[in-house]
């Protein structure tokens, strides 16, 4: 069956799906009660916020099972996920048909990355750390600065509220996959704190899918042994009310893990060894009634050594301080903060510049009075490297029904090259110019009791696009693309889909873009009847190509997951989890290989 016409079908058992429940008319209450920040940098509700963006909760990360942050994100809309070779591998993510050095991550506030390859770092990140995940889709350089020309991934870690409570973890599966998790929380007077740590563990397969194709791709033959990852975490919140509407806090976020991987030939065991950190600390006053001031500083580093067979370094410190205002107006809210940002990299490769300073102010204004919502930014960011750049953004939504609302939206965004593609000897070109981009969109929403659908429709040019071996401004992309959304909650179900239709093309060739698929459809379903939690999830990926010039092409494939739960009293559960229902073989990296069909089950302890 070929992409679209199995596209089709799924759609339309969504379709099928969505009437069989439709409930009655009503205010969706559940988006009433979100609130959002990444959006608008301040807590917004997510039903005022005019962007596309999508809440991942706790709720939906615990169901996740023992998957990475990278596998989780690859069954969200508008997000493609390409990995070398499975858990513990370099990860890109490919959001809304833009560059895998398109999107900003966040955690806590703080960016993590890596500014030798310019892209964020996903692997080492696990799901039992993390409280909530925020996805933005759509250029935010007027909120963020570089990188976010596709949009913003924000991870908040865990937090503590009420009496203190120990949660725990316990799993195991294929591939001699074992993970275990802890974590206690909770409150006292003027004190929340929580304190988290995981270890997990998988002995991996052969990330090499075919020798012979590997070896075109590495010019070297793979091992044939099997590729493993382990990953120790730590993460810590604890936050300090000096009197109502002071407090004081601080996060930390620790991993260190081990990655086999396939380099130098087949009798070579070729590994890494890499580090994950983020800290802040944050003081919070609310000034008078209508003035909020909150001064951050973080400080996060990505760090990799590794040995293959011999040893090289690359690692990133980000350190950024942040001085931020919200101040309530009779109409509508005002945002200023001020930052500085400082890279630098470490590394055994010898970089002609190894740190870039960055000064950027932010100006935002948002509010909504009857049926009009509006959000506007303006940022300047004066880099050290490339002097100023200036960026903005102008949305505006109005709600002709109690349950409709129409929204649209123009900015500017940029990306500022990476070090690698700067200075790396043989292949950086410090001439380069930061690539630039320009958005429109314009979409529909519609909400009512547990129901949500949405349609978005967006145009985005990028000029100055930088191309690699060696890096030079090539030209320009445009990605055009359709957006479709719904989902709902009825009693024990809960239902959502998300399909993507787009057109990444390079303006210059009329090709298509590198690794781009046109189309992507994501469905999930449970069903959770009192003690018991049954449910499925499918991701659907077109036809991609693995080089530009439409080189290497790539077969679209469809994976299915399922997953169930079981209450065994008041504080106990047991789940279960199947991934690649189907035992699917595809790619999502030419000549590196995916997991095939894998069982993984857990035990829970989570006190309610």
Same mark, same amino acid.
């Given at each position: 069956?070929?992409?679209?016409?199995?596209?089709?079908? &799924?759609?339309? !058992?969504? /379709?099928?799906?969505?009437?069989?429940?439709?409930?009655?008319?009503?205010?969706?209450?559940?988006?009433?009660?979100?609130?959002?920040?990444?959006?608008?940098?301040? @807590?917004?509700?997510?039903?005022? =916020?005019?962007?596309?963006?999508?809440?991942?909760?706790?709720?939906?990360?615990?169901?996740?099972?023992?998957?990475?942050?990278?596998?989780?994100?690859?069954?969200?809309?508008?997000?493609?996920? !390409?990995?070398?070779?499975?858990?513990?591998?370099?990860?890109?993510?490919?959001?809304?048909?833009?560059?895998?050095?398109?999107?900003?991550?966040?955690?806590?506030?703080?960016?993590?990355?890596?500014?030798?390859?310019?892209?964020?770092?996903?692997?080492?990140?696990?799901?039992?750390?993390?409280?909530?995940?925020?996805?933005?889709?759509?250029?935010?350089?007027?909120?963020?600065?570089?990188?976010?020309? #596709?949009? %913003?991934?924000?991870?908040?870690?865990? &937090?503590?509220?009420?009496? $203190?409570? %120990?949660?725990?973890?316990?799993?195991?599966?294929?591939?001699?996959?074992?993970?275990? *998790?802890?974590?206690?929380?909770?409150?006292?007077?003027?004190?929340?704190?929580?304190?988290?740590?995981?270890?997990?563990?998988?002995?991996?397969?052969?990330?090499?899918?075919?020798?012979?194709?590997?070896?075109?791709?590495?010019?070297?033959?793979?091992?044939?042994?099997?590729?493993?990852?382990?990953?120790?975490?730590?993460?810590?919140?604890?936050?300090?009310?000096?009197?109502?509407?002071?407090?004081?806090?601080?996060?930390?976020?620790?991993?260190?893990?081990?990655?086999?991987?396939?380099?130098?030939?087949?009798?070579?065991?070729?590994?890494?060894?890499?580090?994950?950190?983020?800290?802040?600390?944050?003081?919070?006053?609310?000034?008078?009634?209508?003035?909020?001031?909150?001064?951050?500083?973080?400080?996060?580093?990505?760090?990799?050594?590794?040995?293959?067979?011999?040893?090289?370094?690359?690692?990133?410190?980000?350190?950024?301080?942040?001085?931020?205002?919200?101040?309530?107006?009779?109409?509508?809210?005002?945002?200023?903060?001020?930052?500085?940002?400082?890279?630098?990299?470490?590394?055994?490769?010898?970089?002609?510049?190894?740190?870039?300073?960055?000064?950027?102010? =932010?100006?935002?204004?948002?509010?909504?009075?009857?049926?009009?919502?509006?959000?506007?930014?303006?940022?300047?960011?004066?880099?050290? *490297?490339?002097?100023?750049?200036?960026?903005?953004?102008?949305?505006?939504?109005?709600?002709? $029904?109690?349950?409709?609302? =129409?929204?649209?939206?123009?900015?500017?965004?940029?990306?500022?090259?990476?070090?690698?593609?700067?200075?790396?000897?043989?292949? #950086?070109?410090?001439?380069?110019? @930061?690539?630039?981009?320009?958005?429109?969109?314009?979409?529909?929403?519609?909400?009512?009791?547990?129901?949500?659908?949405?349609?978005?429709?967006?145009?985005?040019?990028?000029?100055?696009?930088?191309?690699?071996?060696? $890096?030079?401004?090539?030209?320009?992309?445009?990605?055009?693309?359709? $957006?479709?959304?719904?989902?709902?909650?009825?009693?024990?179900?809960?239902?959502?889909?998300?399909?993507?239709?787009?057109?990444?093309?390079?303006?210059?060739?009329?090709? &298509?873009?590198?690794?781009?698929?046109?189309?992507?459809?994501?469905?999930? !379903?449970?069903?959770?009847?009192?003690?018991?939690?049954?449910?499925?999830?499918?991701?659907? %990926?077109?036809?991609?190509?693995?080089?530009?010039?439409?080189?290497?092409?790539?077969?679209?494939?469809? !994976?299915?997951?399922?997953?169930?739960?079981?209450?065994?009293?008041?504080?106990?559960?047991?789940? #279960?989890?199947?991934?690649?229902?189907?035992?699917?073989?595809?790619?999502? /990296?030419?000549?590196?290989?995916?997991?095939?069909?894998?069982?993984?089950?857990?035990?829970?302890?989570?006190?309610?």
């Amino acid at each position: 069956m070929s992409i679209r016409r199995t596209l089709f079908a &799924r759609t339309a !058992v969504a /379709a099928a799906l969505a009437i069989a429940f439709q409930p009655a008319f009503a205010v969706d209450e559940e988006e009433e009660a979100t609130v959002v920040v990444t959006a608008t940098r301040v @807590p917004t509700r997510i039903n005022e =916020v005019i962007a596309d963006m999508t809440v991942i909760d706790r709720k939906e990360i615990e169901q996740a099972g023992p998957a990475t942050l990278p596998e989780l994100l690859s069954r969200q809309p508008g997000l493609h996920i !390409v990995d070398n070779g499975g858990r513990g591998k370099a990860a890109s993510v490919f959001m809304r048909g833009t560059a895998s050095t398109h999107a900003l991550l966040l955690v806590d506030g703080v960016p993590l990355g890596s500014a030798t390859t310019g892209q964020p770092s996903l692997h080492n990140l696990p799901l039992s750390q993390i409280e909530r995940i925020e996805i933005l889709r759509g250029p935010a350089s007027s909120l963020y600065g570089s990188d976010a020309i #596709g949009g %913003v991934i924000q991870i908040f870690t865990r &937090r503590g509220e009420g009496p $203190a409570r %120990v949660n725990a973890y316990a799993g195991f599966g294929s591939h001699d996959t074992r993970e275990a *998790q802890a974590s206690v929380s909770g409150s006292s007077g003027p004190l929340s704190y929580n304190f988290s740590a995981s270890h997990y563990t998988t002995g991996g397969f052969n990330v090499a899918s075919d020798a012979q194709r590997f070896n075109i791709v590495n010019f070297s033959l793979p091992n044939p042994d099997d590729d493993g990852y382990r990953n120790t975490m730590f993460t810590g919140r604890i936050v300090y009310e000096i009197a109502k509407g002071h407090e004081i806090g601080a996060t930390v976020l620790e991993g260190k893990s081990r990655n086999w991987f396939d380099r130098g030939g087949p009798t070579v065991d070729a590994y890494s060894n890499d580090k994950t950190r983020a800290y802040g600390v944050f003081l919070k006053n609310r000034l008078t009634d209508i003035w909020t001031s909150e001064l951050r500083w973080g400080s996060s580093e990505d760090w990799s050594e590794s040995f293959a067979p011999g040893r090289s370094l690359f690692a990133t410190t980000q350190t950024q301080w942040t001085w931020q205002n919200d101040v309530r107006l009779p109409l509508g809210r005002l945002v200023l903060a001020l930052e500085n940002t400082e890279q630098e990299v470490d590394s055994t490769t010898a970089y002609t510049v190894k740190r870039r300073e960055v000064d950027s102010a =932010v100006l935002g204004y948002q509010g909504n009075i009857g049926a009009h919502s509006w959000q506007a930014a303006l940022r300047r960011d004066d880099n050290s *490297q490339f002097g100023a750049h200036t960026t903005g953004s102008l949305g505006y939504g109005y709600r002709f $029904a109690e349950a409709w609302q =129409v929204r649209g939206a123009v900015g500017t965004a940029f990306k500022a090259p990476s070090f690698n593609q700067l200075y790396y000897p043989a292949f #950086g070109n410090a001439a380069l110019k @930061p690539e630039q981009a320009k958005n429109r969109e314009i979409g529909l929403h519609w909400g009512e009791d547990g129901q949500h659908a949405s349609l978005t429709v967006f145009d985005n040019r990028i000029t100055d696009l930088i191309a690699s071996f060696p $890096a030079v401004n090539i030209g320009k992309a445009r990605i055009k693309g359709t $957006a479709l959304a719904y989902g709902f909650t009825r009693g024990a179900w809960l239902f959502d889909a998300g399909l993507d239709l787009m057109k990444p093309i390079d303006d210059d060739t009329g090709d &298509r873009l590198q690794r781009r698929p046109a189309e992507m459809l994501k469905l999930a !379903v449970t069903y959770a009847p009192g003690d018991w939690k049954v449910g499925g999830e499918t991701s659907t %990926v077109g036809r991609r190509y693995d080089t530009t010039a439409e080189g290497r092409p790539m077969h679209g494939y469809g !994976v299915v997951n399922l997953f169930a739960g079981k209450a065994l009293g008041k504080d106990w559960s047991l789940e #279960g989890r199947i991934n690649n229902l189907f035992d699917r073989v595809y790619e999502n /990296a030419w000549a590196y290989a995916v997991p095939g069909r894998e069982i993984f089950v857990g035990l829970r302890y989570q006190p309610k």
